[in-house]
């Protein structure tokens, strides 16, 4: 079964300090993963994925992700965090098998980011 | 940024009412979902579609019902609103592409209060 677990609700960083958010999943196959971000009273939007090749993934708004299979990992990362990146994170997996897999979506962590 | 759209972004409505949450993409996505989110909470899958005619529960039981009779427009009807039904409605889409890999994106939501 496909799971993904975000361990932390919220995170709280220094502007212009470097942020990660944590992410950790379950598949049988390889994982198709997936990062999105969600300010207030709007949908997600999506940031970034991993699908194969570099491990490292850089994605919109300076982000990156680090796709680590030893560890079933794929933490979100930036250099130096802004105000604006205060938001809603969720993190998603899915099975690269398809068959019919769907999106799992993490709980989502809260990002507070302070001037 | 996504084409994918809902109407209406807000709704408040009287317990009893009929209403139907309206979803449009215009990427020729096959693949169509919706999801049911508390303010600034995971989400839950209630519906998803593989094309048209096709239309399944998801993994959160809900009163409500979905049709896909055109490729783009995948609209969520609640027969009877009632207060449980308070909540974010959230509509995705996304292409069946090689490998599974597509993105799944969303649109803006609509944000349901029923009195």
């Known amino acids: 079964a496909q799971s993904v677990a975000q361990p932390e609700d919220q995170v709280n960083v220094a502007e212009g300090n470097p942020l990660t958010v944590k992410c950790t999943y379950s598949?049988?196959?390889?994982?198709?993963l997936f990062w999105y971000v969600q300010y207030p009273n709007r949908g997600l939007q999506f940031l970034l994925k991993?699908?194969?090749?570099?491990?490292l993934v850089k994605g919109s708004y300076g982000f990156e992700a680090e796709f680590n299979k030893s560890q079933t990992s794929f933490h979100l990362k930036k250099p130096s965090a802004l105000v604006s990146d205060s938001a809603l994170y969720f993190c998603?997996?899915?099975?690269?098998?398809?068959?019919?897999?769907?999106?799992?979506f993490g709980a989502g962590t809260r990002l507070f980011v302070k001037a | 940024e996504a084409d994918i759209y809902q109407t209406p972004r807000y709704l408040v409505i009287g317990t009893g009412k009929k209403i139907t949450l309206e979803c449009s993409q215009t990427?020729?996505?096959?693949?169509m979902y919706w999801y049911q989110q508390d303010p600034g909470m995971e989400l839950h899958l209630i519906h998803y579609?593989?094309?048209?005619?096709?239309?399944e529960k998801g993994d959160l039981s809900s009163e409500s019902t979905v049709s896909r009779i055109r490729t783009e427009h995948f609209p969520l009807t609640l027969e009877s609103a009632r207060p449980s039904h308070t909540s974010q409605y959230l509509c995705?889409?996304?292409?069946?592409?090689?490998?599974?890999?597509?993105?799944?994106?969303f649109g803006p939501g609509t944000r349901l209060l029923v009195l």
């Open positions: 995705a889409s996304r292409r069946t592409g090689q490998g599974d890999q597509e993105t799944q994106y």
């Open positions: 598949v049988s196959g390889n994982p198709y």
């Open positions: 991993y699908i194969t090749g570099d491990n």
């Open positions: 998603a997996v899915r099975d690269s098998r398809g068959g019919g897999f769907k999106t799992i």
């Open positions: 990427m020729g996505h096959d693949k």
């Open positions: 579609s593989y094309g048209v005619n096709s239309t």
